[in-house]
């Protein structure tokens, strides 16, 4: 008996096993379940194309948590129209502000262009005064001049009416007409007096005018072109801590007197400080996307005046921490000789733009947007040298696109001979102006 339920469980472990190697075979080839206890009642995929597959039966947790998303309560649907209602009203409010935002722009750009017309209306006035005034002065000087005249006129008129008249006593006396004996007045030759050469208009006066005005003119169209870059002016304020040693700072850290010994003495020297080189750097990059300031340089006879980005080397005198000298650095110098050029990557170009006299302030103008480096006489506004993406070759990087932020430089130079260090640089505050 024992032997039979044996057998018959070897018998039905057996079919089991080749039961479970069909079924194995076949969801092998349809990718399906490998369950034992699903063995028996498993139809293979193959069997019943038409047939749909069922997926596996779901939580009734998650079953509920569908049916609640897909069937929101009242609650929460009228919970969602008020937040809607909401989010609309504050969009709708938005776009009602943005609207008057525009209008407003248009109607205040109309009252910038009537102030902007009043002020050149103001400008053009004042010059209509004094236009008037100087044709009204020469008007004058006509005057008098043709008084002056024509009272010479009146005399060499009445002299000529005397010779006529003892001209014509002559000439019927030579006739025989009458009796010639004391008929006559001696007439003495008139000569012109030397007075009557100075009687002209005052031609001197009148080129002295012409110079003047022609001056007033250039000096009107440089600060004209001024205007729109002081809009874009920059306060410059120098970095005590890049300071050379014999470099002193004011109290607003814009005027830089050099001395020729240390002004202090530091037991240790900052990293950032200049350690041989006689130069110092703004406190704050050059602002984006365009920035002017300006550099009064008449008290120093040899200086310069430049940009640089804040990786300029600060140690040593070799060309890394010279300004000009290296890729690093751009700018304009005034050196021993008088001799004023623009600096960039140790190649340099003689500046024409302050000729023929030496500027007594530059100004420098950054646009970051153009790749754009712009020195000027900031007196004339003469262009002392441009770096741009059109630029002469003499420098090897023809299209400048800087690629950090900008800081102010300045540097004091050695000048001829045994000439004194100039003793002053002042960067001038444009906000005051």
Partial sequence: MAEKKALSVDN?????????????LAASSAGTHNALQDIISFTPLDSNRDAVVQPFPRSPKLLRKLANAAQPSQEQLTRRVEELQAERSKTEARIQSLKKRKADLSRNTETMKQQVRERFESMVCVLQRDE????????????????????????????????????SRVQRALSREEDAKG??????????DASEKEIRLNEERFKKLLKTLSSISKQLSAQLQRKTLLLDSFSVVIDRQSCHSQISVDSEGRGLSFSVTPVAACAVEHPLQFDKVCCALGLSPVPAPRSYWEVDVRCCPAWSVGVAYSNL????????SKLGRNRNSWCVE???????SA????????????????PGKVGVWV???KGQLVFYDADTMGVLQKFSAAVTTVFDRAHHQFTEPLYPAVRFLRPAGNAVWGSHLEL?????Q
């Fill in 12 to 24: 039905g472990q057996s079919a089991l096993a080749q039961s479970a190697q069909s079924a194995g």
């Fill in 132 to 167: 008037q005034s100087v044709l009204d002065c020469l008007e004058l000087d006509l005057r008098q001049t043709k008084a002056k005249l024509d009272q010479v006129l009146k005399d060499w008129t009445q002299h000529r009416d005397q010779v006529d008249k003892n001209l």
């Fill in 183 to 192: 008929q006559w007045e001696n007439v003495s030759p008139k000569k012109p």
């Fill in 313 to 320: 080397d600060r140690k040593g005198r070799d060309k890394a």
């Fill in 334 to 340: 005034l050196n021993r000789a008088d001799q004023l």
């Fill in 343 to 358: 600096w960039h990557n140790d190649r340099h170009v003689a500046c024409q733009g302050a000729m023929p006299t030496l």
């Fill in 367 to 369: 646009d970051y947007n």
């Fill in 428 to 432: 001038c505050n444009l906000n005051s």
